[in-house]
């Protein structure tokens, strides 16, 4: 038994190809706690990126770095709390632990992406897996962001502390999410999907006072 | 605030992001078979509670959910020390200032330096 090494997988496309309504887990708390629109007022403005493609990759930096740089075009974050984008900014991966990391990609990519990374990474020790349904990103702008983000987590998010291409797994709101900073004036939150509608709730309540606006 | 150095993370992280695990290097034996009931009794339940230095096993729960060891001072609270999984203690209870191996290294080279002024 122990000759046969993990040459087999099995791997789903999560996205049907038939037209399947697919909702964001953010989907229920839009119709029951609503979208305040976004005014001239608006100190901060949030925006869901849904349905994006979620891959949690585990395994050595070294075999996984080969792979990533292969398929996907750049580094692994070796280091601990960085963040890499690509050139679009649309693809990125983020150091989670010393042995795992995230990788979001826009949606639809994260099946083919599984594919070819599977197939780079051959016989070796990892482990992939689509964490897409299981979390959302959102995204927080304007200038009063930070200060709502001071309200809810005990990290320091001061621009010295927290600088550009930091991301980091903390509490938030007593609950915990993924909070990252991929540009100057844009802070990422990815939520877990059972999470999702009480942080919602908490950053609309957390934001009132900065006229929040959600875009559509 | 009260911070924690995680030493997976590289960074101190509040308080509330960790859990404490209870004693650390808690090694199992290596034949479970062949111990007494004593001896394994002893592995499964019995732990230690010193007055003074301790080492324990912690967990980054919201983090990079790695385990790590802390030494602490079980009298005044203090953190003395986080280190890796693997890694073995500076502060012991032998040594509540820190292992000699640093102090120990620099004498041997003050020693050595008056020994060249010697010669």
Redesign the interface.
Known sequence: MSEQTASWYNLYDARPQAEVPAESPLAWSYQHSGRPSVGEKSRVVLRERALAGHLILRGGAIVLDEAVRQVLGVGLPGRPNTLTLDESGERSIQWLSPDEWLVIVPGGEEFALEKRLREALGDAHYAIVNASGGQTLIELSGDKARELLMKSTPYDVHPEAFPVGKGVTTVFAKANLILRRPTEERWELVLRRSFADYLYRWILDAGAEYAIGVEE | ?FLIYCP????H??E??FHPKGQAHIARPADPEACSDEQWGDYLFFRDNPRGIHHELWVHA?????FFNITRNTVSYEILETYRMGEQPRFTAEYPEGKPAEAAAARAEEVERQEGVKA
Do not use: S
């Open positions: 605030m997976y993370c590289e960074e992280r509040e509330e992001e919201v983090g990079c959910r790695k």
